[in-house]
């Protein structure tokens, strides 16, 4: 299978389902390349929003909580758990916790979940 290495529709909706299916991979005893893990962090923290401290659904745009929460649970299962973003997102939680949007609950799901 190949993989692609450039792609317009990325987003981080997408690449915490693919994390966490690397990490179940792993889990499982499957050998995943940590190339893999790395461009996954790497789009992750492509979407951070310094100065909100938040995470967009894709690079550039507006962090908002649902993309926030599980921007953090995919640097978590991705065994990033001294990150900076981590704790900035979490106060991006925090601070934005009255934010409703169409994708509230799937935030809330991220939000709940805990690594493994």
Same mark, same amino acid.
């Given at each position: 299978?190949?993989? #692609?290495? #450039? &792609? =317009?529709?990325?987003d981080i909706s997408v690449t915490v389902l693919q994390v966490a299916a690397l990490r179940a991979a792993k889990n499982a005893?499957?050998?995943?390349?940590?190339? &893999?893990?790395? =461009?996954? /962090?790497?789009? /992750?923290?492509?979407? $951070?929003?310094?100065?909100?401290?938040?995470?967009? $659904?894709?690079?550039?745009a507006r962090p908002a909580s649902a993309r926030t929460a599980a921007? /953090? $649970? &995919?640097?978590?299962v991705c065994g990033k758990y001294d990150d900076p973003r981590l704790s900035a997102g979490s106060d991006y939680l925090f601070a934005n916790d009255k934010e409703t949007e169409q994708w509230w609950p799937y935030g809330c799901y991220y939000a709940a979940r805990r690594s493994t």
């Open positions: 299978m190949a993989l #692609h290495t #450039h &792609s =317009r529709d990325a005893g499957l050998a995943v390349p940590q190339d &893999s893990i790395d =461009r996954a /962090i790497g789009f /992750i923290g492509k979407c $951070y929003n310094e100065k909100a401290g938040g995470f967009a $659904y894709s690079p550039m921007a /953090i $649970y &995919s640097l978590q």
